[in-house]
């Protein structure tokens, strides 16, 4: 594996007169062991198609095509992208997509894919959602993300989030390993995580997201709130229509929101 030393990496972005940009989250991976963790996650072989989302310099960007049979990289910052076709010249099976990720057409990607990613940090919730709900879902989703928004995702009763919910309601996500701040040039504020997120096969049994994910919401509203309180205020349902429609799904109204299983949610869903 050879990893862009950091001497490198200054030297790419002094020749291009570039510098990370704090606002597109541009931290660069300079751990070896940290990288062969993504690459061996990812599990790849001649057959698959990864996305990567956020390439920087290309030194994730590299490994992958080694290993897949194509690699199609989305960057948004342009001098990146020159960057990129200076790292990436003598990889054959590689595309290099100037754009806005949150914007992409994942429809356009007619074969299954895999998404691997050291993504920035302010991308992960939408980018997480935006492919969970595509029609176009990825096989597998590996990502480098925040340890308290990869705790977060991975949370269970009685720790719940809106996120983990959102999440939990399409996959299954799992922490691979923590990762250094150190591990980073420039070095970010916070330590990091590995984290696969893999769509479930089947669907669970609910007719209709878009209501289960209006309940949830409202239920999150005020997370240390009664969850009784939280569903009749913001769904406008009186008081004691709304602690009969709790109770008849085997919930307490006095619970709070992160006290509920995926399950509880889909319940309320289709009771209501």
């Known amino acids: 594996m050879n990893l862009l030393s950091l001497a490198t990496i200054k030297d790419l972005l002094s020749k291009h007169q570039a510098r990370p940009s704090k606002g597109l989250g541009q931290n660069f991976l300079i751990d070896e062991k940290t990288l062969n963790t993504i690459i061996e996650t990812a599990n790849l072989s001649s057959k698959d ?9 290309g ?11 194509k690699v199609i990289a989305i960057e948004k910052d342009s001098t990146m992208v020159e960057i990129l076709k200076e790292t990436l010249k003598d990889f054959k099976n590689v595309e290099i997509i100037q754009g806005n990720a949150l914007k992409f057409n994942y429809s356009l990607l007619t074969t ?13 919730s939408p980018l997480i959602r935006q492919l969970l709900e595509s029609e176009n879902q990825p096989s597998e989703i590996i990502l480098m993300v925040q340890k308290e ?9 009685p720790d719940m989030s809106l996120l983990a919910v959102a999440v939990q309601f399409y996959a299954k996500p799992e922490i691979i390993s923590y990762v250094s701040k150190n591990c980073f040039w420039p070095a970010p504020k916070v330590d990091s995580a590995i984290i696969k997120i893999t769509p479930l096969k089947e669907t669970r049994g609910c007719r209709t997201p878009a209501s289960f994910f209006e ?12 969850l009784a309180n939280n569903l009749s205020k913001t769904l406008k349902k009186p008081k004691k229509e709304t602690d009969a429609w709790i109770l008849k799904n085997g919930i307490s109204p006095t619970q709070r929101a992160q006290t509920l299983t995926i399950e509880n949610w889909i319940d309320l869903t289709e009771s209501y």
């Open 215 to 226: 309940i949830a919401k409202a239920g999150f509203s005020q997370p240390r709130k009664q």
């Open 112 to 124: 299954h894919y895999k998404l691997v990613a050291n993504i920035p940090y302010y991308l992960t």
């Open 149 to 157: 928004v990869a705790q977060r995702i991975c949370a269970t009763v």
């Open 49 to 57: 198609t990864v996305l990567e989302v956020g390439p920087g310099i």
């Open 59 to 69: 030194t994730l960007t590299q490994e992958l095509a080694k290993k897949a049979g």
